[in-house]
């Protein structure tokens, strides 16, 4: 199966909003809620911030949000905070029991 | 707080095998979650390898069937993975992970880089 698309890069200035994409096909994202977000930094162990397209885990902060239309899903984050600076991964459900992920985006806060 | 720590060899011979444990903490493997593998290889994104469940059911990315192997030590709260005939492609930061509801991983070691060379 191919990986999820998403832009290798995105960017913003502190207290602005930036929303990373991440494409894929009716057989993953568009054909299930199972759409996850995480964030990455170097080094660390990843950190889940959004399952089932638009759901937060408990601590995760209400300025980042997800969404999905048709085989695209979204991560916005509102707000940017100099920590928010990560690599940000998407991940779905493709069927027949099976996870793929997205190629990454690095998120700069300028 | 459940906590994962990967184990084991650093280094690994070109067509050798892989081998890994994840030692779980703070909770049970018997618990209702599948338990997963996840790697990264250097300046590569993440690609999930398979996940395991305490009664030994497996799910492996198909792209990596027929030389994975996971399984599941309810005695010693840990899990798993097998990966044979490895080459230098293989070299990658190793990641344990607890799955829950929606495919989502919320929970991860802190991952183990494995060399693959000779």
């Known amino acids: 199966q191919s990986a999820l698309t998403q832009p290798p890069s995105a960017s913003g200035s502190p207290g602005q909003s930036v929303t990373i994409s991440c494409t894929g096909t009716?057989?993953?994202?568009?054909?299930?809620?199972?759409v996850s977000w995480y964030q990455h930094h170097p080094g660390k162990a990843p950190k889940l911030m959004i399952y089932?397209?638009?759901k937060r885990p408990s601590g995760v902060p209400d300025r980042f949000s997800g969404s999905k239309s048709g085989n695209t899903a979204s991560l916005t984050v509102s707000g940017l905070q100099a920590e928010d600076e990560a690599d940000y991964y998407c991940?779905?459900?493709?069927?027949?029991?099976?996870?793929?992920f997205g190629g990454g985006t690095k998120l700069t806060v300028l | 707080q459940v906590q994962l720590q990967e184990s084991g060899p650093g280094l690994v011979k070109p067509s050798g095998t892989l081998s890994l444990t994840c030692a779980v903490s703070g909770g049970s493997i018997s618990s209702s979650n599948w338990w997963s593998w996840v790697r990264q290889p250097p300046r590569k994104g993440l690609e999930w390898i398979g996940e395991v469940y305490h009664s030994g059911s497996t799910n492996y990315n198909p792209s990596l069937k027929g030389r994975v192997t996971m399984s599941v030590d309810k005695s010693k709260n840990q899990f798993s993975l097998k990966l044979s005939s490895v080459t230098a492609a293989d070299t990658a930061v190793y990641y344990c992970?607890?799955?829950?509801?929606?495919?989502?991983?919320?929970?991860w070691g802190q991952g183990t880089l494995v060399t693959v060379s000779s």
């Open positions: 992970a607890r799955s829950v509801s929606g495919w989502g991983l919320d929970n």
């Open positions: 009716s057989s993953d994202v568009g054909g299930y809620n199972y």
């Open positions: 991940s779905s459900y493709a069927g027949n029991n099976n996870l793929v």
């Open positions: 089932e397209v638009s």
